[in-house]
Each structure stands twice: as structure tokens, then as C-alpha cells.
Nanobody
């Protein structure tokens, strides 16, 4: 069982940066791949970034490539999402999730545990 708690959301202007954090409970955090999802009002939940158990492999949705960076610190049981050059269309609730097996995956159904999410609002 993994419990996930996100933090770092807020209201920013277009072009600004923000870093989200996701703190995980449990001693087996390093055995999970991690992902960041987002969901805007009236839209489906999208997976925007994923990272392998070691942090050595990452992948991103096309909409955020070159602007967002996912990373993790297994010693701190934490995964991060650095978001640069934010746009109004990045406005959403962002949630982290954990996938058993450790390999990064852009397949949402492979994620087993979810956090509650943190709101990110980007004004124009």
C-alpha cells in the first residue's frame, strides 16, 4: 500500500514556473514507477509524465515536452514535477500516482495508487 500527498500547486501567471511535490508513505516507494496526471474541468484525466523506479528513464506527453521535468528522490520518498513556461491550458488538478513493477509507463490503467491532487491555475 502506498499513500501519496501532493503539494506545491497555486496560482501563477503565464510564463511562470512551479514545482509540484508528491510525498509517498511506505518503505517500498523505490519499487514503483511514478506518474503525474492532470485533469481540467470537463476534460478527461491525462498522464503528462512518468518516471521509472530508479529515475533513469522518463517519458512525457507531447503537450508538456521541453517544459516539464519529472524527477524523484527515493531517499526522501518524493517525486517532483518541475513545470516551466506555464500556459493557461496547463490549468488543472495535478495528481501523482504509483505503478507496481517499477517500469515507467504512459498507460493510465497500470497505475495502482493515487493522490488527491493539487490545483494549478495559470492566468493569462
Amino acid at each position: 500500500q502506498v499513500q501519496l500527498v501532493e503539494s506545491g500547486g497555486g496560482l501563477v501567471q503565464a510564463g511562470d514556473s512551479l514545482r509540484l511535490s508528491c510525498a509517498a508513505s511506505g518503505r517500498t516507494f523505490s519499487s514503483y514507477a511514478m506518474g503525474w496526471f492532470r485533469q481540467a474541468p470537463g476534460k478527461e484525466r491525462d498522464l503528462v509524465a512518468t518516471i521509472s523506479w530508479s529515475g533513469g528513464s522518463t517519458d512525457y506527453a507531447d503537450s508538456v515536452k521541453g517544459r516539464f521535468t519529472i524527477s524523484r528522490d527515493n531517499a526522501k520518498n518524493t517525486v517532483y514535477l518541475q513545470m516551466n513556461s506555464l500556459k493557461p491550458e496547463d490549468t488543472a488538478v495535478y495528481a501523482c500516482a504509483a505503478a507496481r513493477g517499477g517500469w515507467r509507463t504512459m498507460i493510465p490503467s497500470q497505475y495502482n495508487y493515487w493522490g488527491q491532487g493539487t490545483q494549478v491555475t495559470v492566468s493569462s
